[in-house]
């Protein structure tokens, strides 16, 4: 059965750093592309970025690049979101996902919550 | 970025056909393939894959669910709706990048 863990959400103050993990299980992660999608309160989804089966390619919407960088080990079966200067905007659940087009598994996401 | 359009709501009486509709800014097509995806959330669940590529049915769920479309124009229909339906569906495009969702349509009972 494909399991996708997150952890690592929580509060924290607008302009401080925070790193999400995702484990995978029941499947073999490093044949996958994997990607993060965040949902604001009450709002649709929104695609954050992707990371290519080796980690050699990164994709990220312009509105966190250069703040935030996805990355993965493939070793632990892993997928990170690392998240600097972080803004208010940036409150959501965060969902691990698998697959580069079309998100074939989901995990249960993750609050993040930026305030002071 | 590419931009899709859905209807916010539609309401349906179980046992009837329910059709949803995702109108894109462009063509999310190519010559192989119709990027076009659905998925399903009930509150307070993670999103799920119903299809994938236009009319590929997602592994897990039931044929009553189906997917049509091509170039800027894509249907999700569901026939024939249950109560567990409820929820509200998404289109996503993934073309080319940002991959970019629809704002949803949440589906009710007449």
């Known amino acids: 059965e494909v399991q996708l863990v997150e952890s690592g959400g929580g509060l924290v103050q607008p302009g401080r750093s925070m790193k999400l993990s995702c484990a995978a299980s029941?499947?073999?992660?490093?044949?996958?592309?994997m990607a993060w999608v965040r949902q604001a309160p009450t709002k649709g989804l929104e695609w954050v970025a992707t990371?290519?089966?080796?980690?050699?390619?990164?994709y990220y919407r312009d509105s966190v690049k250069g703040r935030f960088t996805i990355s993965r080990d493939n070793a632990k079966s892993t997928l990170y979101l690392q998240m600097n200067s972080l803004r208010s905007e940036d409150t959501a659940t965060y969902y691990c996902t698998r697959g580069r087009r079309a998100s074939d598994y989901w995990g249960q996401g993750v609050m993040v919550t930026v305030s002071s | 970025d590419i931009v899709l359009t859905q209807s916010p709501a539609l309401a349906v009486s179980l046992g009837q056909r329910a059709t949803i509709s995702c109108r894109a800014s462009q063509s999310v097509s190519t010559s192989s393939y119709n990027l076009m995806h659905w998925y399903q959330q009930k509150p307070g669940e993670q999103p799920k894959l119903l299809i994938y590529?236009?009319?590929n049915l997602a592994s897990g769920i039931p044929v009553r669910f189906s997917g049509s479309g091509s170039g800027t124009d894509f249907t999700l229909t569901i026939n024939p709706v249950q109560a567990d339906d409820i929820a509200t569906y998404y289109c996503q495009q993934s073309r080319e990048l940002p991959l970019t969702f629809g704002s949803g349509t949440k589906l009710e009972i007449k």
């Open positions: 590529d236009a009319s």
């Open positions: 990371i290519s089966y080796d980690g050699s390619s990164t």
């Open positions: 029941g499947f073999t992660f490093s044949n996958y592309g």
